[in-house]
Nanobody
Framework: VQLQASGGGLVQPGGSLRLSCAAS????????MGWRRQGPGKQRESVAT???????TYEDSVAGRFTIRRDSAQNTLFLQMNSLKPEDTAVYFC?????????WGQGTQFTVSS
């Protein structure tokens, strides 16, 4: 599976941003998709996942602010991010799991700063 994320940039605190991720290669075998991020000087962490059945889970610090959505017809994954905080600054990666194997795409960077 090949994954390409887009949508990064510069956002002010309290602002919103939507990330997109296009999947290709073997999208019909995907059972879970997700986003993870790596902030400056931090370890990579999971942000949100969504199953093929639409069940979403979120990391505690983003719950209530971020929404993950999957458009299976378009093989696209989205992450709507609201009420952004400086600590959300990171490189965001989208991933997809086929069977038990995760594949991750190149990340997209965004910065939350005034």
């Amino acid at each position: 599976v090949q994954l390409q994320a887009s949508g990064g940039g510069l956002v002010q605190p309290g602002g919103s941003l939507r990330l997109s991720c296009a999947a290709s290669g073997m999208p019909f075998g995907i059972n879970i998709m997700g986003w993870r991020r790596q902030g400056p000087g931090k370890q990579r962490e999971s942000v949100a996942t969504i199953t093929s059945g639409g069940v979403a889970t979120y990391e505690d610090s983003v719950a209530g602010r971020f929404t993950i959505r999957r458009d299976s017809a378009q093989n696209t994954l989205f992450l709507q991010m609201n009420s952004l905080k400086p600590e959300d600054t990171a490189v965001y990666f989208c991933g997809a799991r086929v069977g038990l194997v995760w594949s991750w795409g190149q990340g997209t960077q965004f910065t939350v700063s005034s």
